[in-house]
């Protein structure tokens, strides 16, 4: 029973979320998503609610969804839910809202406030542990985010069912692949189940989120592929099983989905799984309808065209048969459906999905008669969906349902008429559609005739006294009977009609009986039967047909009219069998013929074929005729047509020729072919000798030219005569072929047709057309292709009536003559052409406005486009001269000379008509001539140059430009001007004035196009002939500067680029050949660019520029242009940065020959009477001219060129080779150089010009490389001019400046250069000359002299020696001291050898700079650099003797005020002698030269002892050892300087004032000295220091306490700074100490200065005895009893700064109670001294004492309350007020009062 129990409470606890372990609770209290577990653990629900509800409030700011949770799961009462606590209604409900939450938090989970507020969730309500599932399910399409890790880590350990697979993934905390919920999705329905139940909850509730949407919809795609693939089987029967299984699986789901209308995303999704679905399986037709349905049944707008996709593909995996009716319906409801399926067929295949639609449309068309598909049905087919086997499908179905429809379905026709519009329309495309069409009728067992014949025959209820081609239109605009009138009545109410035997049909007015007749004929033919009734009609008179015209014309006139096939074929077929009767024996029907042979051309088959078994029968009918026999009778010869009189007949001969050799043997070919017949009679009419049927019938077929001519004239005959249009547009066909027979044309023959045809308005052309159903265009062409190219009537005929207005209503008519009229033009005589040419020009002028623009625009066209000859052209053009004087002639009376002021008279004329005629006739012609390829017709040239003359005054009077005029001028003559270069024989007029006319026409034009075509012009004629235009070209260039430079397109360019290349170098050519420069000449040319400078497009300036300079030739105006472009626009970035793209486009030679002018320029400016520089710069007037402001720019150019990185790299690859060009531009490059030296020279007195000179001379220098430049300058420092000289080598001085020091070449090249400068020192008398070669070897020197010593040795030889540092100009020596100074650095070792003399001069040098009543101080300095450069890098060739010199100068150089500059000269190099100068050496000569500096002054002692100090820092302690004696020396003369000083009378106040400085200087040196010693080695010089310091007579008291002061100011310095180790010499100092206390007359400044002194050092060494030192009685025994007598001089002295201190140190340092037993008992012993400043002295020392050892000196207060209370009573207020505090004092140490002891 126990076991039972504990099983059942371990259950119980294992289901249980709750628990009672405070340890269980805290670890899931711990469980979060943000916080680490420790963190997490320790935080409470109040905590942890305001951070997670921070996160919900900005939730509910994204999306106001979220508010109404803040009523329950995040309301305040929410801290205080516990589940645990709560019923299962209560957690139901909650499940609720949590799962709410969760759906609409999914769409932002990866938002930090979203996993906050799910915190709170989880921490709170634990649902991690109580909605798994759904936790797990809204985290689950973001499993690739960190937070579904952190998820992971805090879940349950027992997962619900449907999520168990992710164990592994918890356990790892690893993100789970899409793989495996890709597999678990396929393998586990549930899993599934659950994910899409998840989602389409969400969708329902309107919380759904693309992410969800696509996870789902991926997973549901990619898991129904996978379950397809697993449900394969070979077996057809089990593979339709398993989809069915798995469709019922999925389709639920999918039903869901796809009904959601407000989710398009989700529907969409659905589509795609379907798709993939029905793709993989392998469903039957009606699942898949089923599925199609569903699709349809819940799209919307959104997910329309998806839908459609989706549809595509499963009919893809249909068979294609119709769609089913839900599925059509849904289609035909959606708006331009056919637009929508077009666009998806460009990127989808809908082909089935389109197919399936038609069939259905067209079924439900004839079985509900539903016509509303039809349209997209017409859509569909002419949208190329389709494949070509589907568009005849529907096709034919289309055919079947016309055939099918009955009245039941279409009681009205409305439907049969709809399908009949619908095949009328699809057959007559012009497409591969309508072939296809063809091609289903032919395979159709449907007969199309019949078909066509029933389709109409509803459409013409009871109108059968109607026309036949009015019935479509009187049944749709009229109201149709109810009633429709039968056959038989309609038969019999014709047959009572009466007839004329003698009426013809074919007249041109018919009678009302042939429109009933035709009415009932057509209604006869849908029963066989009906048709022989109709036959027996006696209106018809079939029985007189042999004699009367009307039967055969009755036929004649249906056959070749506007009526269906079966009409037509039946019309023939009765005509047939009524000429086999036996009573048309004998009879010549020869009038058939025409219509017979037009019914060949019909465009039906069936047709043709009835019209070829006619014309056999009669040829056969012709047979038997004998043609011998005069009774033959022809039928209806004079009442054929209106009039018979002018109608030609064939002989019956020539009727059986044309019918058996012509016709007949063709007949079947003519049946196959609609148009063979028309090649038939063509050849057959063409050519004597062969028929075009074939060369096996060559014998048979001939026809002679009376027949021929015969036929011709009989069928013209008939097309003339004839009312029926489409005979005559059949018969002309062929006979517009013929040119004509036997002389007789046939358009002598055909002419009145035409003339006919002109003549009928607009109205009664259209009518006759619409009658018999045929295009007007069609018949306007037929008639007037009936005119030959050079028959003169047809042509005056097309004239004439183009010319009269009777055309203006038929404007197809009037295009279509004047296009045959231009396709005549090429066959035309030439005397033709003119006569056409010149009609057609006055035609084209006629006025447009009116009702002639038609005509005229029609006439200038034909002009257009027929070409025109030169001589009609040069008609043309000479025909407008004597026009256009006609129109500008004024009135002889007004006649007024022509002047300047003729321009502006003419503004205000107002053009007269004749004028704008004129205007357009000018306009027209000169278009005419452009638009003739003017370069085939050059003879016009100079006729045009006078037309254009004439436009020059013309233009005076119109008041316009006329650009487009001379436009068209100017480009037809540049067109021909080619023509007289290649063909010599061509001569141009030389007296014209062409050139003065172009220039005209160039500056009065303000049109661009007309300046460039003008300027082009130009351009061409100065290379054909240059005479023409040379003279005038300079206005034309200052034009260009205004006009066409400044434009941007590329055309200008291209004018201006041709201009220049071809006008210039003609021009300069003959610029040479004249008196004037060409440089002078061309400079209006170059001014005219320069000016326009800056409005010529920036990137086209470059190009146009460096043409123009290429053009002149650089060499020779490079320069010019660069230095006017500076001049102009001065030097602002954008011009100079011009400047040198220009520059750099050319040769380096070209650039250097360039610059050397443009020097040449800059010193003309200069000149008195400037020349070259007048003309190009400008201000001829001497007032106008500033030449510092104009050369300022020029200057300011140059530097700008020669920084060219170009340029630099150009000349560095040219001077590389040694060879011509090398050497010349070496040679270029000294002229620059000397041009610019010589330049700057001269402008020195204008410092700006001058400074400018510099940067030009600063950039030259850096052009070549070093070598080179050494090279390029030998030859000028070879010149006689010394000051050439000196510029050249100080360029070369700047050069050294600028190169590199690692440069190898450089190094080389100079290093070679120093011979030449050290001969240049030794050898010239020119001390500048040698000042800067001596610089120059200095700074070689100092780059180089390192790497190569030897080469540098001899130059400091050469430095040194009389001929430089000897000599007696200051500025070489200091150049030559500096250079020495650089040459010990370089040479070091190396230099030794000049040393000695070098040496002694530098010192004498410092002598004489300090001696002159004028300090010398850059000599003082460069000796001292000198000598600093020895002590630095050679200190042993500085001797004792040197040594001493040197000092010794240095003493004098301190005291001369030389200034802070040769001070610190002099002391960087004394500095560096301490340092660097052996120690011996230098301690030996500074003690020899001790005395120099004390008696040069305090500076020089100063700067003595800092020497010394800096020696003595840098030498080693065994230096400093080895040297003490010498030290010793100098410290003691050192501690003796005050009591020397000032026991000579002469000391100056100065040095009295800086004694103390120098003695505290003395005490820091000999402090230095003693770090270096120890103590065996500074004990005797300190014992010598102390006997040294008392030797003197004790009678010289005076400089006994002189030399005792320092030597206490020294102890001072040692005990302050030494402290305790020093503290055991103070032995040495006891007895000179007590002696001085206890002797010293306070009264002598000097003894109570050392007084102090001594007391003061007492106080430093009582201070710091940490040895017990001055605890030994023998010592403390000898001091305190004279420390405490001084209190004697308390009247004369305050001892509270030196005495007291002593006392108190003495008293803390002797640290034993005897001792200060001793001392204060001797201290209270003065305290009743009879002097008040006594005892006030030792109560203050008492007080010192008392703070300094507290207690400690206290323990002896009873021995001092006697004294203490005497004092309170003292007669003196200060000693009492002293004693209070003293009193204050040790109350405050013992902490209590001493009244109590003191009373």
């Not at 002028?845 to 000859?869: F, M, P, W, Y």
């Not at 500085?1438 to 000269?1465: I, R, T």
Request: net charge negative; with cysteine; aromatic share 6%.
């Amino acid at each position: 029973m126990t076991t039972a129990l504990s099983a059942q409470l371990a259950q119980i606890a294992a289901n249980s979320k709750s628990t009672l372990d405070v340890k269980a609770q805290k670890a899931a209290h711990s469980k979060s998503l943000i916080f680490e577990p420790r963190v997490a653990a320790s935080q409470n629900f109040q905590t942890l609610y305001s951070i997670c509800h921070q996160g919900y409030e900005e939730l509910c700011r994204l999306d106001s969804r979220f508010i109404p949770f803040g009523s329950t799961i995040f309301s305040e009462q929410s801290q205080d839910e516990d589940r645990s606590q709560m019923t299962a209604a209560e957690n139901a409900e909650l499940d609720k809202k949590i799962e709410s939450f969760l759906h609409l938090a999914g769409a932002r989970l990866r938002l930090m406030p979203t996993i906050k507020a799910m915190e709170w969730l989880i921490r709170r309500f634990r649902i991690h542990e109580y909605n798994t599932a759904i936790l797990l399910s809204t985290f689950l399409p973001y499993h690739t985010i960190p937070a579904f890790v952190t998820l992971l880590s805090i879940l349950p350990r027992d997962l619900p069912q449907v999520y168990k697979f992710l164990d592994p993934y918890v356990r790892s905390l690893t993100q789970p692949p899409r793989s495996v919920l890709v597999h678990q999705a396929t393998h586990h329905p549930d899993f599934l189940a659950a994910i899409s139940t998840y989602t389409l909850d969400a969708c329902r509730a309107q919380q759904h989120y693309p992410a969800l949407i696509s996870f789902w919809g991926g997973i549901m795609a990619e898991a129904v592929n996978g379950m397809v693939d697993n449900m394969r089987s070979g077996r057809r029967s089990i593979q339709r099983s398993n989809d069915q299984t798995l469709l019922h699986r999925i389709g639920p789901t999918l039903s869901d989905a796809l009904v959601m209308h407000k989710v398009p995303s989700l529907q969409i999704a659905s589509y795609m799984v379907i798709s993939v679905f029905v793709a993989k399986g392998d469903l039957e037709d009606a699942a898949i309808s089923a599925l199609m349905e569903q699709v349809v049944s819940g799209w919307t707008t959104e997910s329309l065209r998806p839908g459609l996709v989706c549809l595509s593909i499963l009919a893809q995996y249909r068979s294609a048969k119709q769609m089913s009716g839900k599925v059509t319906r849904a289609l035909l409801r959606i708006p331009n459906l056919s637009d929508l399926l077009s666009e998806i067929g460009r990127e989808h295949n809908i082909g089935k999905l389109v197919n399936g639609l038609c069939l259905a449309l067209v079924e439900r068309a004839h079985k509900k008669g539903d016509i509303r598909g039809l349209p997209v049905v017409e859509s569909i087919l002419v949208g190329s969906v389709l494949n070509d086997q589907q568009v005849a499908v529907i096709f034919k179905s289309l055919l079947l349902a016309a055939h099918k429809v009955d009245d039941k379905v279409d009681p009205q026709g409305q439907v049969r008429k709809a399908l009949a519009a619908a095949i009328i329309k699809l057959s007559q495309l012009d497409t591969d559609v309508g072939k296809i069409f063809t091609k289903a009728i032919n395979e159709t067992d449907v007969d199309v005739d019949a078909l066509e014949l029933r389709l109409g025959t509803d459409m013409r209820p009871k109108l059968l006294a109607a026309e036949p081609q009015e019935d479509v239109t009187m049944a749709d605009n009229e109201t149709a009977p109810t009633s429709v009138e039968n056959f038989q009545s309609a038969l019999q109410r014709i047959a009572n009609m009466p007839a004329s035997p003698s009426e013809s049909c074919l007249r041109t007015v018919t009678s009302d009986i042939f429109t009933d007749l035709c009415s009932v004929f057509v209604s006869s033919l849908a029963e066989p039967g009906n048709l022989k009734s109709f036959g027996e009609l006696a209106p018809l008179q079939r029985s007189s047909a042999s004699e009367a015209p009307f039967y055969f014309t009755f036929l004649m006139r249906i056959w070749c009219g506007p009526y269906p096939v079966l009409a037509r074929a039946a019309a023939l077929d009765m005509a047939k069998q009524r000429l086999k009767d036996d009573d048309c024996k004998g009879v010549d029907f020869q009038a058939l013929l025409p219509y017979s042979v037009a019914a060949l051309n019909d465009p039906s088959k069936r047709v043709r074929r009835a019209a070829a078994d006619l014309i056999a029968v009669l040829e056969n009918s012709f047979h038997e005729l004998d043609k011998k026999a005069e009774n033959t009778i022809r039928w209806a010869s004079d009442r054929l047509y209106d009039s018979a009189e002018s109608l030609e007949w064939m002989t019956v001969d020539n009727c059986r020729k044309l019918l058996r050799i012509v016709i007949t043997p063709s007949l079947e070919e003519c049946i196959l072919n609609a148009d063979y017949i028309v090649g038939v009679l063509q050849g057959a009419l063409a050519s004597s000798s062969k028929s075009s049927v074939g060369e096996e019938k060559e014998k048979k077929s001939h026809l002679s030219h009376g027949t021929r001519r015969s036929i011709l004239t009989f069928l013209a005959s008939h097309i003339i005569h004839s009312p029926l249009v489409t005979l005559k547009i059949r018969l002309l066909a062929p006979l517009n072929q013929v040119k004509g027979v036997s002389g007789i044309t046939r358009t002598q023959l055909l002419l009145p047709l035409l003339q006919w045809w002109t003549s009928l308005s607009s109205d009664d052309a259209s009518r006759i057309c619409i009658q018999e159903h045929v295009e007007e265009s069609l018949l306007d062409q037929s008639t007037v292709e009936v005119v030959l190219p050079n028959d003169e009537d047809g042509l005056k005929f097309l004239l004439d009536v183009v010319g009269s207005q009777q055309l203006l209503t038929r404007p197809n008519l009037l295009h279509t003559i004047f296009s045959r009229i231009q396709d005549l033009w090429p066959s035309m005589k030439t005397e033709a052409r003119h006569t056409v040419a010149k009609r057609i020009l006055a035609l084209s002028q006629k006025d447009q406005s009116g009702d002639g623009g038609v005509i005229s625009s029609e006439a200038a066209n034909l002009l257009r486009n027929v070409e025109l000859t030169t001589d009609i052209l040069l008609f043309f053009l000479e025909s407008l001269q004597p026009a256009a004087k006609m129109a500008i002639e004024p009135p002889s009376g007004k006649r007024r000379r022509t002047s300047s002021s003729e321009a502006h008279r003419g503004l205000g004329t107002q053009p007269t008509p004749e004028l704008s005629a004129m205007l357009r006739q000018v306009t027209f012609v000169l278009q005419l001539v452009e638009g003739s390829d003017p370069e085939k017709h050059p003879e016009l040239l100079n006729a045009l140059f006078n037309a254009l003359s004439e436009l020059q005054h013309f233009r005076v009077l119109v008041g316009s430009e006329l650009g487009y005029l001379q436009n068209l001028i100017l480009r037809s003559l540049l067109a021909m001007v080619p023509a007289y270069k290649n063909n010599q024989s061509l001569k141009i007029d030389s007296t014209g004035g062409h050139g003065d006319l172009l220039v005209n026409c160039i500056q009065k034009s303000s049109s661009p196009s007309v300046q460039n075509t003008a300027l082009l012009l130009v351009a061409s004629l100065a290379n054909v002939a240059p005479d023409l235009v040379l003279n005038s070209v300079m206005p034309i260039f200052t034009h260009m500067g205004g006009s066409v430079l400044r434009q941007s397109d590329d055309y200008s360019a291209h004018v201006i680029n041709q201009t220049v290349k071809e006008v210039v170098p003609p021009l300069i050519q003959s610029l040479r050949k004249g008196k004037v420069s060409p440089l002078a000449g061309a400079s209006e040319l170059l001014l005219s660019f320069v000016t326009a400078y800056e409005h010529i497009p920036s990137h086209r300036r470059l190009g146009l520029f460096v043409s123009l300079v290429e053009t002149l030739g650089a060499e020779e105006f490079l320069f010019a242009l660069l230095a006017m472009l500076t001049n102009m626009y001065g030097t602002t970035d954008q011009v100079l940065s011009f400047a040198t793209e220009v520059f750099n486009y050319f040769t380096v030679e070209t650039q250097l020959q360039s610059l050397i002018k443009l020097l040449g320029l800059i010193g003309d400016i200069f000149q008195p009477r400037p020349s070259i520089s007048t003309v190009l710069l400008g201000a001829n007037e001497p007032g106008d001219r500033d030449p510092q402001k104009i050369g300022f720019r020029q200057l300011s150019l140059i530097p700008h060129l020669l920084s060219s990185r170009k340029l630099t790299t150009q000349i560095a690859k040219l001077t590389e080779r040694d060879d011509m060009e090398a050497s010349k531009v070496r040679e270029l490059y000294s002229t620059l150089l000397e041009n610019l030296l010589v330049l700057a020279d001269s402008l020195k007195e204008h410092k700006n010009l001058y400074n400018r000179c510099g940067d030009a001379l600063s950039k030259l220098l850096n052009l070549l490389s070093i070598g080179e430049f050494i090279k390029a300058v030998e030859t000028l420092l070879d010149r006689p001019d010394i000051i050439l000289r000196r510029k050249v080598l100080r360029a070369v001085e700047v050069r050294i400046d600028e190169e590199s020091q690692g440069d190898a070449n450089s190094r080389a090249a100079l290093l070679a250069f120093l011979p030449h400068l050290t001969a240049i020192i030794r050898v010239s008398d020119d001390m500048a000359y040698k000042h800067i070669a001596v610089g120059c070897v200095d700074k070689i020197s100092e780059k180089y002299g390192k790497k190569d010593p030897e080469a540098v040795t001899a130059a400091a030889s050469t430095i040194a020696s009389d001929q430089c540092l000897g000599q007696d100009d200051e500025l070489l020596r200091i150049m030559a001291l500096l250079c020495l100074a650089s040459l010990v650095d370089v040479l070091q070792d190396g230099i030794v050898p000049v040393l000695p003399s070098a040496i002694p001069k530098a010192l004498s040098y410092i002598a004489e700079s300090i001696g002159n009543e004028t300090p010398r101080v850059g000599l003082h300095n460069a000796s001292y650099a000198f000598i600093a450069a020895l002590a630095q890098h050679l200190p042993y060739m500085l001797s004792g003797s040197y040594l001493g010199q040197l000092l010794a100068v240095s003493s004098a150089s301190a005291n001369s005020s030389l200034g802070k500059e040769a001070n610190d000269a002099r002391l960087q190099c004394l500095r560096l002698l301490a340092k660097q100068v052996d120690a011996k050496t230098l301690f030996s000569a500074l003690e020899q030269n001790w005395l120099t500096a004390t008696e040069s002054g305090p500076i020089a002692t100063r700067e003595y002892l800092d020497i010394l100090g800096i020696a003595l820092d840098k030498h080693s302690k065994t230096d400093i050892s080895k040297n003490v004696a010498a030290l010793s020396s100098i410290f003691l003369n050192a501690f003796d300087l005050r009591r020397l000083k000032c026991s000579n009378g002469d000391v100056g106040e100065d040095f009295i004032r800086q004694m103390p400085r120098i003695e505290q200087a003395i005490n820091d040196v000999a402090l230095k000295m003693i770090y270096k010693l120890n103590d065996a080695a500074f004990r005797p010089i300190f014992s010598q220091l102390m006997d040294w310091a008392i030797s003197l007579p004790k009678k010289d008291a005076d400089g006994r306490n002189l030399r005792l002061l320092s030597i206490y100011s020294f102890l001072l310095s040692f005990f302050s700074s030494l402290k305790s180790i020093v503290t055991n010499y103070a032995s040495y100092i006891i007895d000179s100490a007590v002696d001085i206390l206890r002797t010293a007359n306070l009264k002598r400044p000097v003894e109570q200065e050392l007084w102090k002194k001594v007391l003061d050092t007492l106080a430093k060494c009582f201070e710091h005895d940490q040895d017990d030192f001055w605890q030994a009685p023998a010592h403390f025994s000898a001091m305190a009893p004279v420390l405490v007598s001084q209190f004697s001089h308390a009247s004369s002295v305050d001892l509270t700064k030196d005495l007291i201190p002593a006392i108190v140190e003495l008293a803390a340092a002797a640290d034993s109670q005897e001792h200060q037993k001793e001392l204060n008992s001797s201290l209270l012993k003065h305290l009743r001294s009879e002097q008040t400043s006594v005892r006030l002295a030792v109560v203050k020392c008492e007080q010192a004492l008392t703070n300094r050892l507290g207690e400690e000196w206290l323990s002896m207060l009873p021995e001092m309350l006697p004294y203490i209370s005497e004092l309170q009573d003292d007669d003196d207020d200060d000693v009492e007020r002293e004693t209070h505090r003293w009193i204050v004092g040790i109350e405050g140490v013992l902490g209590e009062e001493l009244d109590s002891m003191l009373q």
